[in-house]
């Protein structure tokens, strides 16, 4: 595979001859102008929100009563909202989203009674069960008490307006309604603890909320189907939750009225909290577990406020220990607090807090300083999490003699930081959760992944790193929607909506862009678009805004399309520099002819024929017996002097340093057009990374040949070598190719395993320690 070529450096360069047999080069690398909707003064061609950008704004006084006894919700509220659109509006939506639950929502109606996404088996129960979930709309009046004339579609009703509400204009209006509580079903619901008779109860999306209508949809009244999560507005809240007085209640805001509702002890708790690095226990797990066994003596009222927020959610129990710490975020005291019955320690005491605390400081690096006074982070039921303004319920419980898995600890200190995160996306930067869930869920994830491992070196995150979307994008293409699809189209939602453009974000800062182009210009778009509501062409045109980088062929490739990245090395050509040096030369070429006379034959007569007669006959020999058919010419020797005179120095460095030419052949077999990263190893073991831009394909999307010029020999060519790409087939992206391995087969059955969801060596060195103790043994 060494090849020489002559001196004549333009011949060299010129040497490859490039295939055009360009496929679809140019629809990878063409502009997505036309795919994106034509900028406005609403929206702007740099992605910012333009000039005339507006959005509504909702504010609620809510009085809601918890009912522990028949687990149930009766509230009434006072919703006043202030039109900024340029448009009258004759009727207003309002969002209903606990008919989720009802007997013919359309959940259920969906895919053969089979629950969309996430609902588990316990709320299946419920909604299978007689039980009358839903909203009980009791009363709509206008503000002097008057009816207003209301038509329920599914989780979504219809207000008619007497007069229409004027651009400019606001309008005020009451809501009472009740419900029953479901179980909790990974976003709301009470888990019920039936050692003790207790119920914890996660409240949300409890309370009939406006619409959202915007520039952009009219009003985005997709019904609720229990995947596609919330659209909705900015506005302020008061909200006063009657409860039995021995729960705690925690929420989403700001606790207005806390010497009515905290004991004097627990006041001076919160005290000594502000200024504590580990949390304090505003109720104890003792206090907790007394109060467990106890009964209400009457009710309490727990008074709230949350400014410039898009939700409102709460929790209670009279099972809840309360930690809180205040944390500086940027200069801004915040509280980090967490809520949780005993079942969740001793893992909740020791990181709950301490994480959210990390989180907002992570978050706000990245994006913009956390703006509101609480963080929380409850303990819901199993796995999973659930966001919230200011509160999140989050998964990760112990077993029963208080030790857990690795896995159990990760995974609850991973759904905390991403849970906690939303709060940045979608909470404050508040994409349209009903239509992109990407928007919110891909690049909340891709922050949870920065800041797990910030948290913990060597953190095993599950999504972010390129090697772990791998089997996803193996997947056969039409088994897939691109990421760019509507979230309840969507199909293997945390692949396609967190982990593949969490990927992707994370190769675009590392490969693409690289970090300081890419944190510059994603900040920029959560400082464009914080308490705005921005879509994908926003996010699209922001980061190549910012950056000066051409970002629409990854675009079409990672969120228009499904194809895989799949790059080989397919051939390397060596070129070297013939030095022309006629005595070098043709002991080349003797070496050669040598070795060319190895034939069995020649091998065999060596010791076959005890001589020849020519040997036995000296006198037969003649010239041509001790001629010298590779000595070099007086002749020769003088053209070899004449050709270096005529080289320019700079030639005549190239030919003495003898530098290798390479010519490799890289092909794109995936589809999806990424930079190309080659790994070069020299003879001497030291190596060099080569990084090429996606652009090497953007006129033959298929093949890519590169004359890669080095001082030393190459001995192998490695493809992708710090797993950057998402390359779904690695076996050929090494030259030459790696050795063949066996693939090993057990002779003997591997033992079950005994643990689900994986080991749980703290528990057996916690036994052993036991059985130990029992037998006297010292270790
Ligand atoms: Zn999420």
């Known amino acids: 595979m ?10 060299i360069i010129a040497w490859p001859t490039f295939a055009q047999t360009a496929f679809n080069a140019n629809g990878r690398f063409e502009q997505l102008e036309s795919t994106l909707p034509t900028p406005n003064s609403y929206r702007t061609a740099s992605g910012s929100p333009g000039k005339d950008y507006w959005q ?8 809601v009563e918890l009912d522990d006894i028949n687990r149930k919700i009766t509230g009434t509220e006072t919703i006043t909202y202030f039109n900024y659109s340029p448009d009258e509006l004759p009727y207003l939506w309002i969002q209903l989203d606990q008919n989720l639950f009802e007997k013919n929502s359309a959940s259920k109606t969906t895919a053969t009674g089979e629950i969309k996404n996430g609902i588990p088996a316990s709320a299946f129960k419920d909604l299978t069960n007689p039980k009358d979930f839903g909203y009980k709309i009791t009363a709509v009046k206008d503000a002097k008490g008057n009816p207003l004339r209301h038509t329920i579609n599914q989780t979504m009703m219809r207000i008619d307006l007497p007069t229409p509400v004027k651009s400019g204009g606001s309008v005020s209006f009451n809501i009472d309604w009740n419900y029953l509580i479901t179980e909790y079903y990974g976003r709301s619901g009470y888990e019920f603890f039936a050692k003790d008779g207790n119920a914890n109860y996660f409240i949300a999306h409890w309370f009939p909320r406006m619409a959202v209508y915007n520039d952009v949809y009219g009003w985005q009244h997709k019904q609720f189907m229990g995947q596609g999560e919330f659209t909705l507005n900015f506005g302020n809240y008061k909200v006063a939750i009657t409860a039995p007085n021995d729960l705690v209640v925690g929420a989403g805001g700001e606790l207005v009225n806390p010497n009515q509702v905290m004991t004097s002890t627990q006041l001076k708790r919160w005290e000594q909290a502000k200024t504590a690095t580990r949390p304090v226990e505003i109720v104890t797990q003792a206090e907790a577990e007394a109060a467990e066994k106890g009964k209400p003596t009457g009710k309490k009222t727990w008074v709230f406020k949350a400014d410039n927020v898009r939700d409102f959610a709460f929790t209670a129990s009279r099972k809840f220990i309360w930690d809180a710490l205040q944390v500086d975020v940027e200069g801004k005291k915040v509280w980090a607090m967490s809520y949780y019955s005993k079942e969740a320690n001793p893992l909740w005491g020791k ?105 913990d070196r060597n953190f095993p995150a599950r999504r972010g790193e390129p090697q772990n979307i791998v089997p996803y994008m193996r997947l056969d293409s039409k088994n897939q929607v691109p990421i760019m699809a509507n979230s309840e189209n969507i199909m293997d939602f945390g692949n396609n909506a967190y982990a593949k453009p969490a990927t992707a974000l994370n190769i675009l800062r590392e490969t693409v862009m690289g970090r300081e182009l890419f944190d ?6 959560a400082r464009r678009w914080a308490f705005k509501q921005p879509y994908p062409a926003d996010f699209f045109r922001t980061l190549e805004d910012a950056s000066g980088v051409d970002l629409d062929w990854f675009w079409r490739g990672w969120f228009y399309g499904t194809e895989p990245v799949n790059q080989s090395i397919e051939t390397v050509e060596w070129f070297g520099v013939d030095n022309m040096d006629p005595v070098a030369k043709k002991a080349t070429e003797k070496a050669k002819a040598e070795a060319k006379r190895q034939t069995i034959s020649n091998i065999r007569n060596k010791t076959d024929i005890k001589s020849t007669v020519v040997e036995e006959n000296p006198d037969l020999t003649d010239f041509y017996n001790t001629y010298d058919r590779f000595a070099t010419s007086d002749a020769e020797k003088k053209k070899y002097q004449d050709y270096l005179g005529g080289l320019s120095d700079e030639e005549r460095k190239l030919v003495s340093e003898g530098k290798n030419f390479y010519v490799v052949n890289f092909k794109n077999k995936g589809g999806l057009p990424m930079p190309v990263i080659v790994k070069l190893t020299y003879e001497d073991g030291t190596d060099e990374v080569l990084r090429f831009p996606a652009e090497v394909w953007r006129l033959n999307d298929v ?11 190459v001995v192998k060519w490695a493809l992708d070598p710090y797993f950057e790409i998402a390359d779904i087939d690695t076996d050929d992206n ?46």
């Open 2 to 11: 060494y090849k020489l070529i002559k001196v004549g450096l333009l011949l």
């Open 56 to 63: 509504q704004r909702a504010d609620y006084d809510i009085k």
């Open 351 to 455: 990181y709950s807090t301490m994480v959210v605390a990390h989180t907002l400081r992570s978050y706000s690096k990245r994006t913009i300083a956390y703006p509101y006074p609480v963080a929380i982070s409850c303990h819901a039921t199993l796995g999973g999490g659930m966001e919230y303004p200011m509160i999140s319920f989050n998964g990760g419980r112990p077993e029963a003699d208080g030790t857990y898995t690795e896995n159990v600890k990760n995974g609850m200190i991973g759904v905390i930081i991403h849970e906690v995160g939303h709060n940045f996306f979608p909470m404050i930067i508040n994409s349209d959760e009903r239509q992109w869930s990407w928007m919110d869920e891909g690049l909340n994830t891709f922050c949870q992944y920065l800041a797990e491992q910030e948290w």
């Open 520 to 525: 510059y210009a994603f900040k920029e778009y």
């Open 703 to 713: 093949e890519a040949k590169k004359i890669i010029p080095t001082s030393k020999k």
């Open 734 to 779: 090494s030259y030459p190719r790696e050795p063949v391995q066996p693939t090993r087969v057990q002779l003997f059955k591997a033992q079950p395993r005994s643990y689900g969801g994986g080991q749980n060596p703290m528990q057996e060195a916690q036994n052993a320690k036991k059985a130990g103790a029992v037998t006297g043994s010292k270790n």
